[in-house]
């Protein structure tokens, strides 16, 4: 029964089409392809669901906050995991918020383990190293270096600046602190005793003597 309803569907393919079977269902392969890739190109997108991360930045970012100067330690909180706080990375010292770079610095992006530091030692040498994530450059190569002025223009180009990183107070700076208010405590020098003798010596006794200016007194006869 099914063997005799294809050859009569056989038949009626080549009577009304003019084509052989093989040839109708190739034509009727492409047909259908075709209207699948047009209807993909230009259909509504309205009626598709979209990934959550596209209608997360479709959403407009609240404007960047200036922080001012913080600590290292501060900038951690602005690592992305908390979605109520900016997204913050470092460079140089400088912090900008890559909030509009979510995806790329955000929990889970390619270049997240950046975010929340100043990456500037990691981003020189394109290390993903934990040791190198650190604001430390010393000791880097002319075209590490290089590097880093390329990453920092780009920085400075797209995103906001909204603090700077304390620097930490060394030890060092520490002990210059006395030496130098000791340096400058040597260059006061002490005029107060000077200033004190040179008036005591401007003024002249009045009591031991006659006066130069006074005229001098003549006695008087006693004419009696």
Do not use: C, H
């Not at 009577?15 to 209807?39: C, D, K, M, N």
């Not at 908390?82 to 913050?88: E, M, N, R, T």
């Not at 603090?163 to 210059?176: F, L, N, Q």
């Amino acid at each position: 029964m099914a063997l005799e309803l294809w050859e009569s569907l056989k038949d009626a393919i080549t009577v009304y089409t003019g084509l052989s079977p093989a040839s109708f269902f190739t034509v009727l392969a492409f047909a259908l392809s075709a209207y699948y890739i047009i209807s993909e190109l230009f259909g509504s997108s309205n009626n598709r669901p979209r990934p959550r991360s596209v209608e997360e930045q479709m959403q407009p970012l609240p404007p960047p906050v200036q922080l001012g100067e913080v600590t290292e330690e501060e900038l951690k909180q602005y690592d992305g995991n908390d979605p109520k706080k900016p997204l913050l990375m470092a460079i140089k010292g400088q912090i900008y918020d890559v909030s509009q770079s979510r995806m790329f610095y955000g929990p889970g992006g390619p270049y997240a383990l950046f975010a929340g530091k100043d990456a500037s030692r990691a981003l020189a040498k394109m290390s993903f190293e934990d040791k190198d994530l650190t604001g430390d450059i010393s000791g880097l190569g002319p075209f590490e270096l290089e590097a880093l002025q390329d990453w920092e223009y780009k920085f400075m180009s797209k995103y906001v600046k909204v603090g700077t990183i304390k620097k930490p107070v060394t030890d060092e700076a520490e002990a210059a602190e006395p030496a130098e208010v000791t340096r400058e405590v040597d260059d006061v020098k002490p005029a107060e005793p000077a200033e004190v003798k040179r008036e005591v010596d401007d003024v002249k006794p009045a009591g031991d003597g006659p006066s130069s200016d006074a005229p001098a007194e003549t006695p008087t006869e006693d004419k009696e």
